[in-house]
């Protein structure tokens, strides 16, 4: 047994289900790798990714543990590479950030709430130092700001000295030279590559020392026109812990945001992701995972394995919409008791653009009828409330006006595909609201 494979198995003893749904296909190219450098195969970019964020440095450990050797550690999804040689030993923090060779712009998938990003992003790969210095781009978790900054990356890494880090890394990195006593080769890294690429800028809050390496780091790099990019989980201005002359570099340049995907954009993400995977799902299931999980596309991603997976360990030949939900029940619970009326005509006055007065008005406005009907729809599907009680709330004649504004809506919920994902996408967004 090898020592990656002693290191698996002691992974798997702190947490088999772990192991099994991550650990247990890691492969380690004993070819390419070294005592310093290891290189090791994941089957997908989802596991590869989860694996760098959550055992990189705990696999580093057990194997300094193992050999006396703090291991540079790389991870890569689909043929391994070449053999490296003369490879560097090298004795400061694991590298646990490196691009992604599937995060191109091919492969991310525009739409309204990403297009101005995604945009910018291409305009600074074609013209690096020249569009848009910094590049700042920011939004929630899993919407998309890692996929466009290792696009930029990989668009320009084989004509250009390009790193990619996280600031994490970037933090780590700096400490451990201070402690070498080698900031020169800190410096050497950092300060001589033509695009600085730094994912999550936020987390350099409140860290002063790293803060003023950071600085500087900037500043050489701006003042030679290299291209930097960074991206963080809100705006500049926000950023409230990080020093005001930071912020303003940050500010300096061009500033984007990636907002959740609609409807349409995380259909085609799903069928993206599906195909980049090599798993076939049915266009009922792809849309009932779009209506029903929030807009983090690595969460869609990991939805969309653990469907694969379970149908492949249960030996399922074809998956169904009926397997999907019994996969996803843990993830997609009902809130249904918690819910108030008041609850959902603040979704539905937001979502039709409309004050909230104006759908338990008698107006007969063709919007807000609409908004009326889907209100009403949604408190008897979501609300312990009686049909009396709903019709009293919207100023309704009694019960059987209800009746029948549920039936007319039930009606074109059958007849229109678009309009019934679109409501799904609606009974999503109100039990998200309530597990918030």
């Known amino acids: 047994m090898n020592i990656f494979e002693k290191i698996k198995n002691q992974l798997k003893s702190e947490n088999p289900v772990n192991y099994n749904k991550f650990l247990k296909n890691l492969i380690l190219d004993e070819d390419n790798s070294t005592s310093s450098h290891l290189i090791i195969k994941a089957p997908n970019i989802f596991i590869a990714t989860y694996i760098k964020r959550k055992y990189l440095p705990k696999i580093s450990v057990l194997y300094e543990k193992e050999t006396g050797i703090k291991p540079n550690i790389e991870i890569i999804t689909g043929k391994i590479k070449p053999k490296i040689t003369n490879i560097e030993p090298i004795q400061t923090t694991t590298q646990i950030s490196v691009l992604i060779p599937e995060y191109t712009f091919e492969s991310f998938i525009v739409g309204p709430s990403n297009q101005f ?77 033509d695009v600085l690429l730094i994912d ?56 984007v945001d990636i907002q959740p995907p609609e409807l349409e954009t995380k259909i085609e993400i799903i069928r993206k992701k599906c195909e980049l995977n090599g798993i076939y799902l049915p266009d009922e299931i792809i849309e009932y995972i779009a209506t029903k999980l929030d807009s983090n596309i690595r969460e869609i991603e990991g939805m969309i394995t653990k469907i694969n997976a379970m149908s492949k360990i249960l030996g399922v030949n074809e998956i169904t919409l009926d397997f999907a939900k019994q996969a996803l029940k843990e993830h997609i619970k009902d809130k249904k008791e918690n819910i108030t009326l008041e609850d959902i005509i603040e979704l539905i ?88």
């Open 117 to 193: 990003a995604y945009t910018a992003a291409k305009s600074v790969a074609e013209n690096p130092g020249k569009n848009y210095n910094p590049l700042f781009i920011y939004g929630g978790v899993g919407l998309g700001k890692t996929h466009l900054l290792q696009a930029i990356g990989n668009y320009l890494k084989n004509r250009l000295n390009v790193l990619y880090v996280t600031s994490e890394q970037f933090m780590n990195e700096f400490i451990e030279n201070i402690r070498m006593k080698t900031p020169e080769r800190f410096h050497e890294k950092y300060r001589n590559c």
């Open 349 to 436: 006055a937001k979502e039709f653009n409309i004050k909230p007065s104006e759908i338990t008005s008698k107006s007969r406005n063709r919007n807000i009828v609409q908004a009326r009907r889907c209100a009403i729809y949604l408190a008897r599907e979501f609300t312990q409330e009686s049909t009396p009680k709903i019709a009293t709330y919207f100023g309704l004649k009694d019960h059987s006006a209800v009746s029948h504004a549920i039936k007319s809506f039930n009606k074109k919920l059958k007849e229109d595909s678009n309009f019934r994902m679109k409501i799904e996408e609606l009974k999503s967004k109100i039990q998200l609201k309530k597990s918030e």
């Open 200 to 255: 999550d800028v936020q987390f350099f809050a409140g860290k002063e020392q790293t803060q003023e390496e950071f600085f500087h780091t900037f500043n050489e790099l701006y003042n030679q026109k290299k291209q930097i990019c960074l991206t963080a989980d809100r705006p500049p201005k926000k950023l409230y812990d990080l020093v005001d002359r930071l912020r303003s570099r940050f500010e300096a340049g061009l500033i």
